[in-house]
């Protein structure tokens, strides 16, 4: 089990930018695929950006493609999401998740994202 640690939320205007960090300890980091998901107040956690053990690979949800970018920095065993152009729709609690086989199963307690209009 690897444990995850969330930082980086905040309440930002629509058009402005947050990075959110996530910081692992436990495992060995590398071995891990790791994602970012949101969940808003009503609404189902759904997927937002995932990147592969070597960071070689990312995958996008439509709604921010070309707005978020998902990196890793193994050496600090540390996950990103650069956030750009916020929308007021981006407003959620962003959890970070990482995975060793096909499903994730190790999950950060989660950061607060408010985008104000």
């Known amino acids: 089990q690897v444990q995850l640690v969330e930082s980086g939320g905040g309440l930002v205007q629509a058009g402005g930018s947050l990075r959110l960090s996530c910081a692992a300890s436990?495992?060995?980091?590398?071995?891990?695929?790791m994602g970012w998901f949101r969940q808003a107040p009503g609404k189902e956690r759904e997927f937002v950006a995932a990147?592969?053990?070597?960071?070689?690979?990312?995958y996008y949800a439509d709604s921010v493609k070309g707005r978020f970018t998902i990196s890793r920095d193994n050496a600090k065993n540390t996950v990103y999401l650069q956030m750009n152009s916020l929308k007021p729709e981006d407003t959620a609690v962003y959890y970070c998740?990482?995975?060793?086989?096909?499903?994730?199963?190790?999950w950060g307690q989660g950061t607060q994202v408010t985008v104000s209009s």
């Open positions: 998740a990482g995975r060793v086989g096909a499903t994730y199963d190790d």
């Open positions: 436990g495992r060995t980091f590398s071995n891990y695929a």
């Open positions: 990147i592969s053990r070597s960071g070689g690979s990312t």
